[in-house]
């Protein structure tokens, strides 16, 4: 039959094409820097040894298997919000409506369901650059995208008049998505007193604010820093959803845990909203998964586990850090690269915009056997003791 003859074919994924080439590649020196996954210092994925003993815990506990409610694990749901509102929670939870979600992209898909559903605009602004899948998730769902300006390749920081100029360009009650820390893709963050600068246009403007917020801790080490915005905003009168992952800070890529929660005004909005948010989450995929929320919550609502996991937090932005260090170090000190490299050390969060262009990261690929998007932005988390010298070396000779 020929019903799929006009189907044309489309274009790989960026970053799982990155991975297969490097999968090709035979050389011994080879370096994945495309993939926004942590690995530890041998290179290899890291399980956080609390979410080993909260699997180990939940068990021995022998949980049936039964549907969990729509909007998910109700213990579960709580400690997220909690984790994400922090000291604002108790003041919002009142009019606060959340749902277990499919990790960061499942919480963006009911947000960009229920904006399209219900919000007055149909246009969302997204930073220029943003994570790749922002576009898809907002159009597959009926929202135009269009973007603000965000990244200066100047000074490869915010260009922060661009952005606020931008945001009073955009019309009155625009939905606007702000990344709420280490932004992807280029690690570049607002400091406090230009997210205050942030929030006073969204004001405004009378702006819808949406937080993605898929590094909380995983940025600085500290829920509370990495939430400064999302707390900001929750504590003003700003309108606001939040999409949080654990995807990164508790290392569940795979199992697929995260929170959608939005603000309403009062608590008889919450339930109309919340009404709405189960029938959207229903016909979409009826119920989320338990497993990776029941760790989550585990370890969330367990002291000791949660003091421990948030040690290991500390540990893997330490060590991302340090890995920051090492390359400007390597670069500006022992190779004299010509180039300042401030800006390695300047960003935060997985990924790093190197302002290397699609060249170089060519001649990097071919002749150094080292993988990144084109853009020129490396996964801090590819680096590690044994391949941050070659990467540097590599990286002096293609900018020398
Ligand atoms: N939002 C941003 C900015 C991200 O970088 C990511 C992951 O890379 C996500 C959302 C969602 O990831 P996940 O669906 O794995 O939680």
């Known amino acids: 039959f020929k019903v799929w003859a006009d189907v044309p074919m489309g274009p790989p994924d960026p970053i799982f094409g990155i991975t297969e080439a490097y999968k090709k590649d035979g050389d011994v020196k080879k370096m994945n820097l495309g993939a926004g ?8 994925p890291y399980v956080l040894p609390s979410v080993r003993q909260a699997e180990t815990e939940l068990l021995s ?6 549907y969990a409610p729509i909007t998910g694990i ?11 509102y922090g ?18 992209t499942g919480a963006l898909c009911i947000a960009a369901n229920f904006l399209a559903s219900f919000y007055p605009s149909k246009t969302i602004y997204v930073s220029d650059p943003t994570w790749g899948n922002h576009k898809n998730v907002f159009s597959r769902a009926g929202l135009t995208v269009k973007s603000y300006k965000y990244y200066d390749p100047a000074t490869r920081g915010l260009d922060i ?3 606020l100029s931008d945001l009073t360009s955009a019309p009155d009650g625009s939905i606007i998505l702000l990344h709420a820390c280490a932004h992807n893709p280029t690690g570049v963050d607002p400091t406090k007193a230009q997210w205050d600068d942030i929030l006073k246009t969204m004001q405004k403007k009378n702006h819808f604010a949406l937080l993605d917020m898929a590094y909380q801790g995983f940025a600085s080490g500290d829920f509370a820093r990495d939430a400064y915005a999302t707390r900001l905003f929750a504590s003003s009168n700003v309108p606001m959803l939040l999409c949080q992952s654990f995807a990164k800070n508790m290392g569940l890529y795979g199992e697929r845990a995260g929170c959608f929660s939005i603000l309403a005004n009062d608590a008889e909005e919450a339930a109309r909203i919340e009404s709405q ?6 016909a979409l995929y009826s119920n989320p998964p338990v497993n990776g929320a029941r760790i989550a919550n585990h370890i969330l609502s367990n002291p000791a586990l949660r003091e421990q996991w948030a040690g290991e937090v500390v540990g893997m932005s330490e060590r991302l850090k340090s890995m920051r260090k090492a390359l400007r170090n390597i670069l500006e000190k022992d190779l004299k690269n010509k180039h300042s490299w401030k800006h390695i050390t300047d960003q935060i969060g997985m990924f790093c915009y190197t302002g290397l262009n699609p060249q170089q990261v060519d001649v990097l690929a071919k002749q150094y056997h080292i993988y990144l998007t084109k853009n020129g932005r490396i996964s801090i988390s590819g680096l590690n003791t044994s391949n941050v010298r070659y990467f540097a070396e590599a990286i002096n000779a293609v900018t020398s």
């Open 277 to 282: 948010t189960k029938i959207l989450i229903r």
């Open 161 to 163: 008049k661009g952005m």
């Open 61 to 66: 506990q022998k949980l049936d298997k039964e």
């Open 37 to 44: 996954t942590y690995r530890d210092d041998a290179g290899k």
């Open 87 to 104: 000291d604002v929670y108790e003041s919002i939870k009142d009019r606060l409506v959340s749902a277990q979600s499919i990790s960061g």
């Open 74 to 84: 109700p213990s579960f749901r709580v400690q997220a919000t909690k984790l994400a």
